[in-house]
């Protein structure tokens, strides 16, 4: 087997060979933007599991060749187009749907987050709004420049 960097630049040139961003890798391949990014900068070796998802979802890429170096990028047109994998996968159902969508541009994904009611209520220094079913547990304040903090009475 090839020295780890080897595998990091057949990576790049895969990268540049499908047109694609370090982060649309990603995405494709389903693995975090930052690990890419950290495989590329050297910071972190690829796994096994990468190679595996690289493989899966670019099927017309050589095993041999990502893992070794040896022969060329692209498997030959002769060789049955079998999926390349390290671990077999129950299903490839989505590997064709993904390689159809690989050069299309599309919107980053949108993560959702958990939507919080939050009641603002105007406080004049040294009063709340009393209730005398509640107590107050904590006071959490938050800045403009992302910081918070927390109060507790007592």
């Given amino acids: 087997m ?4 080897g595998i990091k630049e057949r990576i790049k040139s895969i990268i540049s060979h499908k047109g694609l961003t370090p982060s649309k890798f990603a995405d494709i391949i389903g693995v975090q933007r930052s690990g890419i990014s950290h495989i590329l900068s050297g910071r972190n070796k690829p796994g096994l599991d990468l190679l595996n998802k690289v493989l899966v979802n670019f099927n ?7 893992i070794t170096g040896e ?4 498997k030959s047109k002769n060789v ?8 077999p996968k129950k299903s490839q159902v989505n ?4 390689e159809m969508n690989i050069n299309r541009e599309e919107d980053p994904p949108v993560y959702q987050t958990k939507k919080r009611t939050v009641e603002k209520i105007a406080v004049s220094p040294g009063s709340l709004p009393a209730d005398s079913t509640k107590s ?16 507790s009475p007592g």
């Fill in 60 to 66: 017309d890429i050589s095993g041999d060749w990502l």
């Fill in 71 to 74: 022969g060329e990028m692209n």
């Fill in 95 to 98: 590997t064709q749907v993904e």
């Fill in 136 to 151: 107050i547990e904590k006071i959490v304040v938050f800045y403009s420049d992302r910081t918070f903090r927390e109060y």
């Fill in 80 to 87: 049955a187009q079998t999926p390349n994998q390290l671990f």
């Fill in 2 to 5: 090839e020295s780890v960097d």
